[in-house]
Nanobody
């Protein structure tokens, strides 16, 4: 399992913004990898937040739509998560991850779903985001 490297977390007040970055090394959506961001807070389940699909499109979880935006710079091998209108419930350890697409009988999971699953091929140690009320 390879380590990705996240940065950009911090402490902000409610309504604040942060931009997270993740060095993805050789993992790019154009090479058929699911890339995305997930978060983990104490006592809460892991949540997939946003992902790059293999065709370059993006998907975002409903609870962050309109507030968070994922993007990737393939030249710089960097994945970003722009986060606006942050809320206290966004407080968590944020990770980027990469995994191969996964299928099920008759279909295929979206990359957003894959990023929220265990067993990714690569992920980072995380960057802490704390939003004060």
């Amino acid at each position: 399992q390879k380590r990705l490297v996240e940065s950009g977390g911090g402490s902000v007040p409610t309504g604040g913004s942060l931009r997270l970055s993740c060095v993805t090394f050789e993992y790019t959506y154009s090479m058929n990898w699911c890339l995305g961001w997930f978060r983990q807070a104490p006592g809460r389940e892991r949540e997939g937040l946003a992902a790059m699909e293999s065709d370059g499109s993006t998907t975002h979880a409903d609870f962050v739509k309109g507030r968070f935006t994922i993007s990737q710079d393939n030249v710089a091998h960097t994945l970003y998560l722009e986060m606006n209108e942050l809320k206290p419930e966004d407080t968590a350890l944020y990770h980027c991850g990469a995994g191969r697409p996964r299928g099920y009988y008759g279909g295929r999971f979206s990359c957003l779903t894959v990023i929220g699953m265990d067993g990714l091929d690569a992920w980072g140690q995380g960057t802490q985001v704390t939003v004060s009320s």
